[in-house]
């Protein structure tokens, strides 16, 4: 893109502003001026040299919040996708029903038998039982 045509799009972008800065007002009045003066066009030259800066320096902060975002939507993905795997597991034990979502328990029963299970001191035997039990619910619905 040329000088001049640069200069003239972002001319209008700044006229469009509410609030421009100090040197974005002078960028255009210098920019406006019919009769420049040698150390007009030096200083509207450094003007226009900031600008393109800060254009480049307001591209790469959307860049960078663009990633973050997206990092940020990842994450979130990922975390529901684990929280969806926990509900799963509640509908194979048939503590969720499937076509509802509802506990086919009380909500409470269900949370303090949860709880329970989470304080309750279980031997590594009892954990093993439980992991083959539980592998073989999964097996059985990974082959259907």
Do not use: C, F
Not at 53 to 71: F, G, P, V
């Amino acid at each position: 893109m040329t000088q001049d045509k640069w200069l003239a799009e972002r001319l209008a972008y700044l006229r469009g502003l509410k609030a421009p800065s100090d040197q974005q007002r002078l960028l255009m009045m210098l920019a406006d001026k019919p009769d420049r003066t040698a150390d007009d066009a030096r200083k509207l030259a450094a003007l226009v040299r900031a600008e393109k800066a800060a254009e480049r320096a307001q591209k790469a902060r959307a860049d960078a919040a663009r990633i973050i975002n997206a990092e940020k939507a990842a994450q979130r993905k990922a975390r529901d996708h684990e929280l969806y795997e926990s509900a799963g597991l509640m509908i194979l034990a048939g503590l969720v029903d499937t076509k509802t979502g509802k506990p086919t328990r009380d909500r409470g029963e269900l949370l303090g038998a949860l709880v329970s299970l989470a304080e309750a001191q279980v031997d590594d035997e009892k954990r093993a039982a439980w992991k083959r039990k539980g592998d073989a619910l999964l097996a059985e619905r990974a082959r259907r």
